[in-house]
C-alpha cells in the first residue's frame, strides 16, 4: 500500500509526486508510463515514510526511505542511488510546505501537553491556551464535561452488560 511521501524516480532521474495522489499507479499513468516489464524499466516507485510519532517532523533522519519494489532495481537507478534519494527528499519537503506554518505551533502544543498535571485540577484554564488557540473556555469546559459524561455511560452500559 502506497504511503505518505510516495513518488516515482524516471530513468531521467525526474521525481513525479502529486500531493492529492500516494498511488504509485496514478503518479505512473500521470508520467505517461508504463509498466510492462521489470527487467531495465522505466522508473522506480519510491516512499519517505514517518518514522513512529515523527509525523509532523521535518528532519529526515525522522523519516524512512523506502524502494517499493519487488524484483531487482535497475542499473540507472543503482548507479544514482544517492542523488536520487537526495532529490526526493527535497520533493517531500516541497509536500510540507503548506502545512509548515503549522508545524511549529502543533509541536509547541503537543510539548505543552506534557507538562500538564492531569490528576490535578486547579479549577483555572490557562488564558494563554485560549490565547494562542482560539479556545473559548466556557465552550471548551462545556464540551470536556459533556464528553466526560458520555464516557461514564458508556463505560457504566458496558459494565452492566446493556446495549441501549
Not at 492529492?20 to 516512499?47: Q, W, Y
Request: aromatic letters at 12%; one cysteine or more.
Amino acid at each position: 500500500m502506497c504511503k505518505y511521501f510516495s513518488c516515482i524516480a524516471t530513468r531521467n532521474l525526474k521525481i513525479v509526486w502529486d500531493k492529492n495522489k500516494t498511488s504509485h499507479e496514478d503518479l505512473i499513468a500521470k508520467a505517461g508510463l508504463t509498466d510492462d516489464k521489470l527487467k531495465d524499466r522505466d522508473f522506480v516507485r519510491l516512499e519517505f515514510v514517518p518514522k513512529k510519532g515523527t509525523l509532523l517532523s521535518s528532519n529526515q533522519t525522522d523519516w524512512e526511505y523506502k524502494i517499493d519494489e519487488e524484483g531487482t532495481l535497475p542499473e540507472w537507478y543503482i548507479k544514482n542511488e544517492p542523488y536520487i534519494k537526495q532529490e526526493v527528499w527535497k520533493e517531500c519537503q516541497k509536500s510540507f510546505a503548506p502545512y509548515r506554518k503549522n508545524v511549529n505551533a502543533v509541536n509547541k502544543f503537543i510539548a505543552s501537553l506534557k507538562t500538564i498535571k492531569w490528576f490535578s485540577f486547579s479549577g483555572k484554564i490557562s488564558k494563554s491556551w485560549h490565547i494562542s488557540f482560539g479556545i473559548d473556555i466556557k465552550s471548551a469546559r462545556d464540551a470536556a464535561g459533556d464528553a466526560a459524561w458520555d464516557a461514564a455511560r458508556g463505560a457504566a452500559r458496558d459494565a452492566a452488560g446493556d446495549d441501549a
